[in-house]
Nanobody
Framework: QVHVVESGGGSVPTGGSLTLSCTAS????????VAWHRQRPGWQREMVARITEGGLTYYEDFVKGRFAISTNGAKSAVYLQMHSLRPEDTAVYYC?????????????WGQGTQVTVSA
């Protein structure tokens, strides 16, 4: 079991920057990847970026070149640097520690952190 907490959200103007942090505690032996997701008002939750246990990164097209995902090297923290923020980036951002498990993957979510980008 992994306990996940997100922080770093806030309100910024268009073009601003924020860095979200995801800190986790627990056993990371079966860590597969950590992903950032977001849920915009009226929309389903969508993935934003992901970093594998080996350090490979993946970004959705709508954040490529603007967001960067990284870790502290110890698997216990993952960051999402967000630049050139747009009003459509307004959402609750969630962190997901994805762990290998028998028969599939276990997802460990935090409570989310609100990001608001004003026009």
């Amino acid at each position: 079991q992994v306990h996940v907490v997100e922080s770093g959200g806030g309100s910024v103007p268009t073009g601003g920057s924020l860095t979200l942090s995801c800190t986790a505690s627990g056993n990371f032996d079966e860590l597969f990847a950590v992903a950032w997701h977001r849920q915009r008002p009226g929309w389903q939750r969508e993935m934003v970026a992901r970093i594998t246990e080996g350090g490979l990164t993946y970004y959705e097209d709508f954040v490529k070149g603007r967001f960067a995902i990284s870790t502290n090297g110890a698997k216990s923290a993952v960051y999402l640097q967000m630049h050139s923020l747009r009003p459509e980036d307004t959402a609750v951002y969630y962190c997901d520690y994805i762990m290998r498990a028998r028969g599939g993957m276990n997802h460990n979510w935090g409570q989310g952190t609100q990001v608001t980008v004003s026009a």
